[in-house]
């Protein structure tokens, strides 16, 4: 049998992320004390409440099929959470449930994009965001969120990236993989220039309830009509509520799309998980309380460890203002360690000090590593010593 893959395949990039946990899983296989800190996930654990409701749902008989775009009351749910937390208000034919935010944002890409459309992406991004684009026939088009703008872009640049193929850019904030966020004044900006050029705004929340420090998230659906009319809102409940292996995410907009999403979906995954929904209804009706309990946990930790991670030589780190990871520019520590590249300097971490790490250039930055501090702070205190010495190691060596 002669057969090849389809091209929309074969040019897919592999997801740095993916790989790199896969080969830290196979050290650890072999017996090899790796300490993984790539995890794009919160270590707790479910919230109890949420998974009693889902064992409920099941002993009830709610084990069928459900509506293509959700179960009402789950859409009832996150229309009652954007009225609670933006001030906005969505019909139930202006909200469609996914499985996970990631399905969403591929369902929204494939009803949205026409070949040759362009998906303006500001660097850093979050791996899938190109790939998902190029998926539905579009053309991923990166501006750089510079480091002395905390990696977030301008309206300027936004504006000077326009073409007339441009369709739609993704806002992520807070950001995978910087941890930075976009204020309201900066939002309205870029806001601005979207009504002007007529552009679709994607706008990607779901970290909204890990923000520290004081800082508060703000959608940009929220600041007027005429933006929340010209936003596509992409959100869920995996990281807000530690539950990224239920996979529920959902979009809220305008009701041409959500429909089109929702015919794709009768089409591809008939319906997100049954209990899956039923567990998601009962993290936004339940209580609150375990989300704040997560969020100050990871504050906690971010405050102890970032000026530890800082003080390794090379590397040069700005504090995030939320999510759950660390994004140091490590040139500096590639250089003086002996090689020629971050991507190299990740490589030997793991080979060496037995640390896995995310290389920036997955993210569309090459000069910078990704680090999740969801994992235990003992644990990611003691991954930074081995990050600490092996760098100290390689300088005198160099030497």
């Not at 369902?107 to 362009?118: C, M, S």
């Not at 009509?225 to 239920?246: D, F, Y």
């Not at 003691?382 to 060596?397: C, M, P, T, Y």
Request: contains cysteine; hydrophobic residues 40%; proline residues 5%.
């Amino acid at each position: 049998m002669k057969w090849e893959l389809a091209e929309r395949v074969s040019a897919l990039t592999p997801s740095t992320t993916l790989a790199i946990t896969a080969k830290a899983k196979e050290m650890k296989a072999q017996g090899i004390d790796v300490i993984g800190l790539g995890a794009g996930e919160p270590d707790f654990n479910t919230p109890q409440h949420i998974m009693s409701a889902a064992t409920a749902s099941m002993e009830e008989g709610h084990t069928k099929y459900t509506p293509a775009s959700g179960l009402a009351g789950l859409k009832n749910a996150i229309i009652d959470k954007f009225k609670d937390d933006q001030g906005i208000s969505y019909e139930p034919s202006e909200v469609i449930v996914t499985s996970g935010a990631k399905h969403g944002l591929y369902t929204l890409f494939q009803v949205l994009l026409n070949e040759g459309d362009e998906v303006i992406i500001p660097t850093p991004y979050w791996v899938s965001y190109p790939e998902q684009v190029k998926l539905a026939g579009g053309v991923p088009v990166f501006i750089e969120g510079k480091e002395d703008n905390q990696f977030k872009i301008t309206p300027e640049q936004l504006k000077e990236a326009v073409t007339g193929n441009t369709k739609a850019v993704i806002i992520n904030s807070p950001s995978n993989p910087t941890g930075m966020l976009y204020s309201k004044e900066e939002l309205e900006a870029i806001g601005q220039a979207c009504l002007e050029k007529n552009i679709l705004i994607i706008s990607d929340e779901i970290y909204e309830k890990l923000v520290y420090e004081g800082n508060q998230h703000v959608s940009i659906a929220e600041i007027s009509p005429q933006l929340k009319e010209q936003t596509v809102v992409i959100n869920g409940v995996s990281k807000s509520h530690s539950m990224t292996g239920w996979r529920i995410g959902y979009a809220a907009g305008d009701a041409k799309i959500i429909k089109a999403m929702t015919n794709l979906a009768s089409h591809s995954t008939s319906n997100p998980t049954t209990t899956s929904q039923y567990g998601a209804i009962a993290a936004y009706e339940g209580t609150q309380e375990p989300v704040e309990e997560m969020r100050k946990a990871f504050e906690e930790r971010l405050n102890i460890v970032f000026e530890k991670l800082n003080a390794i030589p090379g590397f040069n780190c700005i504090k995030p203002q939320g999510a759950f990871y660390l994004f140091p520019n490590v040139k500096e520590a590639a250089e003086m360690t002996g090689y020629e590249s971050v991507d190299s300097f990740v490589k030997a971490l793991l080979e060496e000090a037995e640390v896995a790490v995310i290389p920036g250039s997955g993210f569309g930055t090459p000069d910078n590593i990704r680090l999740s501090y969801a994992t235990s702070l003992d644990l990611f205190e003691k991954a930074l010593e081995r990050i600490h010495s092996f760098v100290n190691r390689k300088i005198e060596e160099s030497k």
